[in-house]
């Protein structure tokens, strides 16, 4: 494939990589990423530059690419006319950014099902009582609660129909419904993309700190997927969220 990332492609990035991250760093990353490449033809047909930009933006948001913490995916999209490769974070790693610039101290969230016992309270003593029963797989809500530094709790509920009302401007499901693309992340990995959902709009509401920035690249990152316009077609392969990549260490 003549759009497979090379060395000479990589060299392009590797110092401004290193800048932000350091050696040992960038040879894992990049070894996680060509891993991701090999396993999926589709992506690996996206654009150098893109994947370039892709890797570079994992240095840029520091979530790792490794497969067994499942912080953050390579993902291809098709735009403009050819395929293009984005980094997308998981809602794992949306949480693991906002404890790490200490916008909170923990982070929960959870989906509701159908028959679970549910109660929110909201104002001067927010909290949240959720008993799970396991007798459904339905999703009626999904909700994340954040521990501040002070420790007062920040919490955020979603009904399943605001979460699918966010899902439905998704160019990935746009095409996926429209019968452009066979997979789906949103049908096929619902309850994550739920939690990642109340997760962006939680993060609204946090205090912001000196480290805030990444964050909200992160975020910026994963938005993309609903600011490319509904003729674009938009794929997303879900084989990345469950594809058995093997874990490199690479010396620095």
């Not at 800048?19 to 090999?38: G, I, N, V």
């Not at 403009?80 to 790693?93: H, I, M, R, W």
């Not at 906002?98 to 003593?125: R, W």
């Amino acid at each position: 494939n003549e759009l497979t990332l090379k060395k000479e492609h990589i060299s392009k990035i590797e110092g401004r990589f290193i800048e932000l991250t350091d050696q040992k760093t960038f040879a894992k990353e990049c070894s996680f990423a060509m891993q991701h490449f090999s396993k999926n033809d589709y992506l690996d047909k996206s654009t150098i530059e893109s994947k370039l930009q892709a890797v570079l933006n994992v240095a840029q948001v520091q979530l790792t690419l490794n497969p067994v913490l499942k912080l953050a995916y390579l993902v291809p999209r098709f735009e403009n006319g050819a395929v293009k490769c984005f980094l997308e974070p998981s809602y794992q790693g949306l949480v693991k950014l906002i404890t790490d610039t200490g916008s909170a101290k923990n982070v929960t969230c959870h989906p509701v099902y159908e028959g679970d016992i549910f109660d929110v309270t909201l104002g001067t003593s927010e909290d949240v009582v959720h008993n799970p029963k396991f007798k459904s797989k339905e999703i009626e809500y999904v909700y994340a609660i954040a521990v501040l530094s002070d420790g007062r709790k920040q919490i955020e509920v979603m009904t399943a129909e605001q979460v699918n009302e966010i899902r439905d401007k998704s160019e990935s499901y746009k095409s996926f419904v429209a019968g452009k693309t066979k997979t789906c992340i949103w049908n096929d990995h619902y309850g994550e993309m739920a939690r990642k959902t109340v997760i962006k709009r939680l993060v609204k509401y946090l205090p912001k700190t000196e480290q805030w920035e990444r964050l909200a690249t992160a975020i910026d990152l994963d938005n993309q997927d609903y600011s490319i316009s509904y003729n674009q077609v938009d794929y997303i392969e879900s084989l990345l969220l469950t594809a058995n990549i093997d874990e490199v260490e690479s010396s620095a």
